[in-house]
């Protein structure tokens, strides 16, 4: 069973940084994506980036330009580094994890609240 588990959230304001973590236990996939999404009360989970084994990624628009994100393969850790950040940007943020092949699965970690606020 793979296990995620994010660190890294807090209280910021607005124009601040944080850095997100995110710990995976080992994943037996070899085709894969690894994502941040964020979801606020009474809104749908959306996506904010992701990043495939062959390291392509993709943003929300909302966040291009502010946010990175990035992995350690020899770590297994994926990051999402927040930069210039604002109100909109508050909101429960998980790590999710996408087995492509040969098996498909998804696993999501618990959650880290990220909050800007002045």
């Known amino acids: 069973q793979v296990q995620l588990v994010e660190s890294g959230g807090g209280s910021v304001q607005p124009g601040g940084s944080l850095r997100l973590s995110c710990a995976a236990s080992?994943?037996?996939?070899?085709?894969?994506?690894m994502g941040w999404y964020r979801q606020t009360p009474g809104k749908e989970r959306e996506l904010v980036a992701d990043?495939?084994?062959?390291?392509?990624?993709n943003y929300a628009d909302s966040v291009k330009g502010r946010f990175t994100i990035s992995r350690d393969n020899a770590k297994n850790i994926l990051y999402l580094q927040m930069n210039n950040l604002i109100p909109e940007d508050t909101a429960l943020y998980y790590c999710?994890?996408?087995?492509?092949?040969?098996?498909?699965?998804?696993?999501w970690g618990q959650g880290t609240q990220v909050t800007v606020s002045s």
């Open positions: 990043i495939s084994n062959s390291g392509n990624t």
């Open positions: 999710n994890l996408r087995h492509i092949f040969p098996s498909m699965a998804t696993y």
């Open positions: 080992r994943s037996r996939a070899s085709i894969y994506v």
